[in-house]
C-alpha cells in the first residue's frame, strides 16, 4: 500500500507519493503565481489552483496510483475562498499575506480585545488571519458574502474538490481563523457573534487524520489512482512539515528557512500565557491529538541572502556558473571561517517573532575600507542564526525548551551554513535525508488513519536524519560574545529607524 501527500503552497502545488518506508514512488510539481491586484492585496484564482493540484496529482500517480490506499493534504496557512454548494469557488482566495483587513483588525483589537482573542483562540488580531478576511467580504462585499455558502481554506476547498462528504476543516486551520475555540475544539459562537458571522458559512471542524470518505470516482480514474483511496484530513504545512521531520515532542524543533524561516515545534498542553501574547507566538491544534503548535517567524530571511546576492555579488553570480553551482554554495566557501567583523540588523521587512515591529528597517556596522561582500555575506547568515537564538531564548522563557533542530528547505543544503548554525545555537543542527517533508507528514498522517502506522512515534520512524552537525563550543563561545552585542541593535536603532 501507498500513501500520497498533497501540498498546495503558496507558489506551487507538489504531489509526492510514499511507500510505508517513506520512500518515494512518484512525484509531481508545479509553480503557480499570486495576483497582487492593489496595494495590500495577494489573491490566487482557486480553480485554477485546482486544475494544477490534480496535474500534480496525476504526474505523481502515473506509475503507481493504484496501490495508494489513502491521500492527506498539507497546505499554506490562512487563505480563505468563497464557494458554492456545488463547490465551485465564487471568487478569488485572500491569501495569508493578503492584508487588506487592517481595519478589520484594529477593530476587533478595539471591541473584542487582542487578549480576550489570543485567551480563546490562541491567535492574536492580524490581517493575515482567516476571519479577518472573511469580515472584510461581509464589510465591503456584501452581495459576495450573501452569495457564499461557505467560506474555506485551501485545505477545506481541495477534500471537497475530491470528494470528501461534507466539507470539512481540519483542527490546524480552523485554529488558524482566530475564531477557533482552542479549549473546545469548536467554533466559538461568542466571538462569531460578535463579528456578526454565521457559523453555517463555516467548513465542520474536525481533527487531522480523520476520514473524511473515498476520492470521487470520476476523479480516480482521470487521476489514475485507485478508486478506493481514502481522503484523510491534513493540516497547515508547517505542522506537516514538523511531522514529515519526526518533530513529535517539544524537545524537537523544525528549521523550514527558505524565503522566511519559520522554527516550529509542539507543545503537550497549549500555552496562552502573556509572555506568548506579548512575544507574538500563535498557539494552535498540531497535527496530533492533544498537542499543540507554535512557531517562531524570520520573514527576511533567505529573501535577505537573495537581495544581498543580486544587487553586489554579480561576479560572484558568474564564476558560480562556471563552476556549475548555485551562488550561495559560492558564497559560503568564500565566506571568514570565524565570526565576522561586520554585524546586520536583518529587519530590511520589519522585524519577525518576538516583537513584531514593521517599522524597522535594516542597518549595516562596523564597515572598513578592508570589508568585502564575503564578510557582508557571513554577515547576513550570522545576523539570521542570531534572530533564531533570541527567538529560542525567548520561547524557553515560555517554558518551551528546543535542544536540537531540523532543518529542510534551501538552508538546509549548505553544510557550512548549517555548521555555522550548530556553532550559534550551541546545540545539535540535522539534515534530513526526505526534502519533501510536509508531503511526507501528510501521507504519515494518511497512514495513521488507516492504521498503517499505529503511533506517531511508529510513523517517524520512516524519517531519516542525513546528517548532524555538532556544534563547535570555541566557536560557540565567541558567537555568544557576539550576541550580546546583537542583542543591543534592536533597541539602539529602534528609534533612529522609525525616524527615517
Known amino acids: 500500500m501507498y500513501l500520497m501527500g498533497l501540498d498546495v503552497g503558496t507558489t506551487g502545488a507538489k504531489a509526492v507519493v510514499f511507500d510505508e518506508n517513506g520512500i518515494q514512488k512518484g512525484y509531481g510539481f508545479q509553480e503557480y503565481g499570486i495576483t497582487y491586484t492593489?496595494?495590500?492585496?495577494?489573491?490566487?484564482?482557486?480553480?485554477?489552483?485546482?486544475?494544477?493540484?490534480?496535474?500534480?496529482?496525476?504526474?505523481?500517480?502515473?506509475?503507481?496510483?493504484?496501490s495508494i490506499a489513502?491521500?492527506?493534504?498539507?497546505?499554506?496557512?490562512?487563505?480563505?475562498?468563497?464557494?458554492?454548494?456545488?463547490?465551485?469557488?465564487?471568487?478569488?482566495?485572500?491569501?495569508?499575506?493578503?492584508?487588506?483587513g487592517t481595519v478589520e483588525t484594529r477593530w476587533c483589537e478595539e471591541e473584542i480585545g487582542g487578549d480576550k482573542l489570543f485567551s480563546v483562540t490562541g491567535m492574536r488580531p492580524h490581517p493575515m488571519n482567516s476571519i479577518i478576511k472573511v469580515l472584510w467580504v461581509k464589510n465591503h462585499?456584501?452581495?459576495?458574502?450573501?452569495?457564499?455558502?461557505?467560506?474555506?481554506?485551501?485545505?477545506?476547498?481541495?477534500?471537497?474538490?475530491?470528494?470528501?462528504?461534507?466539507?470539512?476543516?481540519?483542527?490546524?486551520?480552523a485554529s488558524?481563523?482566530?475564531?477557533?475555540?482552542?479549549h473546545k475544539k469548536c467554533w466559538s459562537e461568542e466571538i462569531l457573534?460578535?463579528?456578526?458571522?454565521?457559523?453555517?458559512?463555516?467548513?465542520?471542524p474536525v481533527a487531522s487524520g480523520t476520514q473524511v470518505g473515498k476520492i470521487n470516482a470520476q476523479l480516480a480514474e482521470e487521476l489514475h489512482i485507485n478508486p478506493s483511496a481514502v481522503l484523510v484530513t491534513g493540516g497547515h504545512d508547517q505542522t506537516c512539515a514538523s511531522l514529515g521531520s519526526g518533530v513529535i515532542n517539544e524537545k524537537l524543533a523544525l528549521d523550514s528557512h527558505g524565503t522566511a524561516e519559520v522554527i516550529s515545534t509542539l507543545m503537550e498542553v497549549p500555552k496562552l500565557t502573556e509572555g506568548m501574547y506579548k512575544n507574538y507566538y500563535p498557539c494552535y491544534c498540531s497535527l496530533l491529538p492533544d498537542r499543540y503548535f507554535t512557531f517562531s517567524l524570520n520573514h527576511t530571511a533567505g529573501l535577505l541572502l537573495k537581495w544581498f546576492s543580486e544587487s553586489f555579488c554579480i561576479y560572484d553570480y558568474q564564476e558560480a556558473e562556471k563552476n556549475q553551482e548555485s551562488i550561495y554554495s559560492y558564497l559560503?566557501?568564500?565566506?571568514?571561517?570565524?565570526?565576522s567583523e561586520v554585524m546586520v540588523l536583518p529587519y530590511m521587512n520589519g522585524t519577525g517573532t518576538p516583537t513584531c515591529d514593521v517599522s524597522q528597517k535594516g542597518a549595516f556596522l562596523g564597515l572598513t575600507m578592508n570589508t568585502n561582500r564575503f564578510d557582508v555575506a557571513k554577515a547576513i547568515v550570522e545576523a539570521l542564526s542570531f534572530e533564531s537564538r533570541l527567538n529560542m531564548e525567548c520561547l524557553e522563557k515560555n517554558g518551551i525548551t528546543v535542544s536540537e533542530l531540523r532543518c529542510v528547505g534551501g538552508g538546509a543544503r549548505s553544510p557550512k551554513g548549517l555548521q555555522n548554525k550548530a556553532d550559534i545555537l550551541g546545540m545539535p543542527v540535522s539534515s534530513l535525508a526526505t526534502r519533501e517533508a510536509a508531503c511526507l507528514g501528510a501521507a504519515l498522517t494518511a497512514g495513521l488513519s488507516i492504521k498503517m502506522y499505529h503511533s506517531p512515534?511508529?510513523?517517524?520512524?520512516?524519517?531519516?536524519?542525513?546528517?548532524?552537525?555538532?556544534?563547535?563550543?570555541g566557536k560557540y563561545k565567541l558567537y555568544t560574545e557576539r550576541f550580546m552585542l546583537y542583542k543591543e541593535m534592536y533597541p539602539l536603532f529602534s528609534s533612529m529607524n522609525k525616524r527615517l
Open 38 to 66: 492593489k496595494e495590500g492585496y495577494a489573491q490566487q484564482e482557486p480553480e485554477n489552483i485546482w486544475q494544477i493540484a490534480k496535474q500534480v496529482m496525476l504526474e505523481a500517480a502515473k506509475e503507481s496510483g493504484q
Open 70 to 100: 489513502a491521500v492527506s493534504l498539507s497546505v499554506q496557512g490562512d487563505a480563505v475562498l468563497p464557494i458554492d454548494r456545488n463547490r465551485t469557488a465564487i471568487g478569488p482566495a485572500q491569501l495569508g499575506m493578503d492584508y487588506r
Open 141 to 173: 462585499q456584501s452581495e459576495l458574502y450573501e452569495k457564499t455558502w461557505k467560506f474555506v481554506t485551501w485545505s477545506d476547498y481541495i477534500l471537497a474538490k475530491l470528494g470528501s462528504d461534507e466539507v470539512v476543516i481540519d483542527y490546524t486551520q
Open 176 to 182: 488558524r481563523t482566530m475564531a477557533f475555540d482552542l
Open 193 to 204: 457573534g460578535k463579528l456578526g458571522i454565521d457559523r453555517e458559512k463555516l467548513s465542520i
Open 332 to 339: 559560503f566557501e568564500h565566506m571568514p571561517e570565524g565570526p
Open 457 to 473: 512515534e511508529e510513523a517517524v520512524r520512516v524519517v531519516t536524519v542525513k546528517d548532524t552537525y555538532e556544534p563547535d563550543m
